[in-house]
């Protein structure tokens, strides 16, 4: 088996996460976040619409770290994506910062909201 190591370049990967926090650039960032590309941001979670709908020319898809376990978003959340012609893929904030990862070392156009586990 050959192994690679990702070159992230200029943009910004997680780390790490844990009880309340995640871990950007070796920094840590408590509470929601709202990472993309280099740029991360305070998220105050399901309420905080506009900075996600911000989003729409920069990203296709946004993963949404829902906490700990699998929840569904709120309808308003999701209709509110989805007219801004942003995709939303919900799961659990440790699935979503590992496929933040994977797919940001692709080079896709995503960026992750997540709610601290």
Not at 16 to 34: A, N, Q, S
Not at 87 to 106: D, F, H, I, K, Q
Request: with cysteine; hydrophobic share 40%.
């Amino acid at each position: 088996m050959k192994l690679t190591e990702t070159n992230f370049r200029d943009v910004l990967p997680v780390d790490g996460y844990g009880p309340g926090f995640f871990r950007i650039g070796g920094d840590r960032h408590d509470g929601g976040l709202l990472l993309h590309g280099k740029h991360r941001a305070q998220w105050d979670g399901f309420d905080d619409l506009s900075p996600l709908t911000d989003l729409a020319e920069h990203i296709d898809v946004l993963l949404l770290g829902m906490g700990a376990q699998m929840a569904h978003p709120p309808a308003e959340l999701r209709s509110a994506l989805e007219t801004a012609g942003i995709g939303v893929e919900p799961m659990p904030t440790p699935s979503a910062c590992r496929s933040y990862n994977v797919l940001l070392g692709e080079g896709r156009r995503i960026a992750l909201a997540a709610i601290p586990i």
